[in-house]
């Protein structure tokens, strides 16, 4: 896993606007809760939160791109001033329409990798990421962690994504980030036999640590490079807040712009298909 970045991580003051999906504000206070109706109704993470997921890494994904070049992708050529959105484990109804107002406020196509029971559940969020250009990518039906799993878990994830995807926007992708970026030899190799490109990331935002907007954007524009493809995310488990990922967005995409670089979703910027 390639991971980039120069910050200082500080207490941060989350804005206290209100969710408009849920109508209560609570990520700011921890001592109020979200709706337990709707947080009830969104399915969880298989394998936990990614803050405690990513301390289990098993293989490096620089060495696994390595050992695989034609199957695992961790960035775009640097050639061009060309980089890609990227956006882990919705869709969610308490964020992921905020972030596609902001794609489209500035015309920005991005790809999501989406968890297929999320997709299963939020049909019409999912359906409007296709309609309004972005690319949906396979990111598992349940988030497990694949790495304690077996091949035949591996396979059902997958294909039960797949179908999902596939019913809700006509396609069956051809790109897959598994949960967390973890994967060794045999599941790369078990993820080939099953068509896909694994997608990686060059630029980490951190935002998974819920960082504030300003930090976030921070780790960005600070590391930016042609051809990198940024991880950020759209969704979370019952507790998380991915408001400093919508605000830092307000952020990053004028600046990049100002500086000359274009967003283009995954395939655009690898030249490959996005569909089987």
Request: glycine share 6%.
């Given at each position: 896993?390639?991971?980039?970045?120069?910050?200082?991580?500080?207490?941060?003051?989350?804005?206290?606007?209100?969710?408009?999906?849920?109508?209560?504000?609570?990520?700011?206070?921890?001592?109020?809760?979200?709706?337990?109706?709707?947080?009830?109704?969104?399915?969880?993470?298989?394998?936990?939160?990614?803050?405690?997921?990513?301390?289990?890494?098993?293989?490096?994904?620089?060495?696994?791109?390595?050992?695989?070049?034609?199957?695992?992708?961790?960035?775009?050529?640097?050639?061009?001033?060309?980089?890609?959105?990227?956006?882990?484990?919705?869709?969610?109804?308490?964020?992921?329409?905020?972030?596609?107002?902001?794609?489209?406020?500035?015309?920005?196509?991005?790809?999501?990798?989406?968890?297929?029971?999320?997709?299963?559940?939020?049909?019409?969020?999912?359906?409007?990421?296709?309609?309004?250009?972005?690319?949906?990518?396979?990111?598992?039906?349940?988030?497990?962690?694949?790495?304690?799993?077996?091949?035949?878990?591996l396979?059902?994830?997958?294909?039960?994504?797949?179908?999902?995807?596939?019913?809700?926007?006509?396609?069956?992708?051809?790109?897959?980030?598994?949960?967390?970026?973890?994967?060794?030899?045999?599941?790369?190799?078990?993820?080939?036999?099953?068509?896909?490109?694994?997608?990686?990331?060059?630029?980490?935002?951190?935002?998974?640590?819920?960082?504030?907007?300003?930090?976030?954007?921070?780790?960005?524009?600070?590391?930016?490079?042609?051809?990198?493809?940024?991880?950020?995310?759209?969704?979370?488990?019952?507790?998380?807040?991915?408001?400093?990922?919508?605000?830092?967005?307000?952020?990053?995409?004028p600046?990049?712009?100002?500086?000359?670089?274009?967003?283009?979703?995954?395939?655009?910027?690898?030249?490959?298909?996005?569909?089987k």
């Amino acid at each position: 896993m390639t991971v980039l970045f120069t910050v200082t991580i500080s207490e941060e003051s989350v804005a206290s606007a209100a969710i408009n999906e849920v109508g209560v504000e609570w990520w700011w206070n921890k001592d109020k809760k979200p709706d337990d109706r709707q947080v009830d109704e969104i399915p969880q993470p298989e394998g936990g939160p990614e803050f405690d997921g990513r301390v289990r890494q098993p293989v490096s994904n620089i060495i696994l791109q390595q050992r695989y070049p034609e199957t695992v992708v961790l960035r775009g050529p640097m050639t061009e001033n060309r980089v890609a959105l990227t956006f882990d484990d919705g869709p969610d109804p308490r964020f992921t329409p905020q972030l596609l107002d902001v794609l489209s406020k500035f015309n920005v196509p991005a790809t999501f990798f989406v968890m297929g029971a999320r997709a299963e559940a939020y049909p019409e969020i999912t359906k409007r990421m296709a309609n309004e250009g972005h690319i949906i990518g396979n990111h598992t039906y349940w988030h497990p962690n694949l790495v304690q799993e077996n091949i035949a878990s591996l396979k059902r994830e997958i294909r039960q994504t797949e179908d999902v995807i596939a019913d809700l926007v006509g396609y069956r992708t051809k790109l897959f980030r598994p949960p967390y970026g973890f994967l060794y030899n045999e599941l790369v190799e078990e993820v080939a036999e099953l068509n896909y490109t694994i997608i990686g990331w060059s630029l980490d935002t951190l935002d998974w640590r819920e960082l504030g907007a300003d930090n976030i954007a921070y780790n960005v524009i600070n590391n930016i490079e042609p051809g990198s493809i940024i991880l950020m995310h759209d969704g979370g488990e019952w507790d998380a807040d991915r408001t400093g990922t919508i605000e830092s967005l307000k952020q990053i995409i004028p600046v990049l712009q100002e500086q000359g670089f274009e967003f283009v979703t995954v395939p655009e910027l690898l030249s490959i298909p996005y569909k089987k």
